[in-house]
Structure formats: structure tokens, C-alpha cells
């Protein structure tokens, strides 16, 4: 689905704590570095 778009980027998962104790996962995208050659 995403393997392409994932390619260059680095994908991070982030546990968020909300108002009244509700918990969320947050994936965050980063950008890599060009590879070099």
C-alpha cells in the first residue's frame, strides 16, 4: 500500500497521552537522508 511512499522516509511511532488518561499511537514520517553512492 504505502511501500513505495515509505521508501525514503523513516516511520516512528509516538504514544500521545490525551486529556482523561486516553492513550494514541501517532506514526510520524521522517524524511531520510539521500543515499549516497
Known amino acids: 500500500m504505502l511501500d513505495e511512499f515509505e521508501e525514503g522516509y523513516d516511520r516512528v511511532a509516538v504514544e500521545v497521552t490525551m ?19
Do not use: D
Not at 482523561?20 to 553512492?37: C, F, G, K
Open 19 to 37: 486529556a482523561e488518561e486516553q492513550s494514541v499511537t501517532a506514526w510520524i514520517y521522517q524524511l531520510q537522508p539521500p543515499a549516497r553512492r
